[in-house]
C-alpha cells in the first residue's frame, strides 16, 4: 500500500507563502500525488493534483520532485481561513486510496 | 447535485446494537469508499468499492461489513458494535479526486 508521511503541525504567518511537505516514497509511476484540507470536523475537500508536473490552480499550487518521492503545496498567501488539516494521498492502486496522519496548518494573525 | 450523502448524521448505540450507515452519491462514480476518524487522528480506510459489484477490505475492516447495493449506494454495517467502534465515519467517491460526504458522528456506550 502506498504510504504518506507529513509533520504532524506548522504555523504560518498571515498572508505569507506556506509550504507543505509530503513524502510518498512509495507511490507508483503511473498514480497521481493528490492534495484535499479538512477544516472542523467537516469532509475533506479536494484541492489539487498532478503527475509529474508542477500545477497551479485558484487554490494553490503543487509541486512534485523530477523522483516524484516528495510533493509541496504552496498556499501563496495564507489567510486564517486556511487554518485545517492539509492530507496528501495518491490516486491509489487498484483504487485503493488510503491517507497519512495529515498536517495541521495554523495561520497566525 | 447533491453529490455524497450520508445518513443518519449523527447516532448513539449501546454495545452489542447493530446498525447501518448509508451513503449514497449522485455523480456517477464508479468508485465508493468508507472511513473513519478519530479523535485528533487522520483517515483510515475501512472498506472500498472500486466497482459496482466488487468490495474490498481497506486498513482497518474488522468489526465492519459492507454492501455496494447499486453504483449509486455503499453501505457500512455494524454487525455487534463496540466502544471503539466511536468515530466520524465518512463515505467518498471518486472517478480522480474524491468527495465526501458530510460524516456520521457514531458514539457507542
Known amino acids: ?109 | 447535485n447533491a453529490g455524497v450523502t450520508q445518513t443518519p448524521k449523527f447516532q448513539v448505540l449501546k454495545t452489542g446494537q447493530s446498525m447501518t450507515l448509508q451513503c449514497a452519491q449522485d455523480m456517477n462514480h464508479n468508485s465508493m469508499y468508507w472511513y473513519r476518524q478519530d479523535p485528533g487522528m487522520g483517515l483510515r480506510l475501512i472498506y472500498y468499492s472500486a466497482s459496482e459489484g466488487t468490495t474490498d477490505k481497506g486498513e482497518v475492516p474488522n468489526g465492519y461489513n459492507v454492501s455496494r447495493l447499486n453504483k449509486r449506494e455503499f453501505s457500512l454495517r455494524l454487525e455487534s458494535a463496540a466502544p471503539s467502534q466511536t468515530s466520524v465515519y465518512f463515505c467518498a467517491s471518486k472517478v480522480y479526486e474524491q468527495f465526501f460526504g458530510p460524516g456520521t458522528r457514531l458514539t457507542v456506550l
Open chain 1, 1 to 109: 500500500d502506498a504510504k504518506t508521511t507529513q509533520p504532524p503541525s506548522m504555523d504560518c504567518a498571515e498572508g505569507r507563502a506556506a509550504n507543505l511537505p509530503c513524502n510518498h516514497s512509495t507511490i507508483s509511476g503511473n498514480e497521481y500525488v493528490y492534495w484535499y484540507r479538512q477544516i472542523h470536523s467537516q469532509g475533506p475537500q479536494y484541492i489539487i493534483h498532478g503527475l509529474k508536473n508542477n500545477e497551479t490552480n485558484e487554490m494553490a499550487s503543487l509541486i512534485i520532485t523530477e523522483d516524484r518521492k516528495s510533493s509541496t503545496l504552496i498556499l501563496p498567501h495564507a489567510t486564517l481561513r486556511d487554518t485545517a488539516v492539509y492530507y496528501c494521498s495518491d490516486s491509489g492502486g487498484y483504487q485503493k486510496v488510503t491517507f497519512g496522519t495529515g498536517t495541521k496548518l495554523q495561520v497566525i494573525p
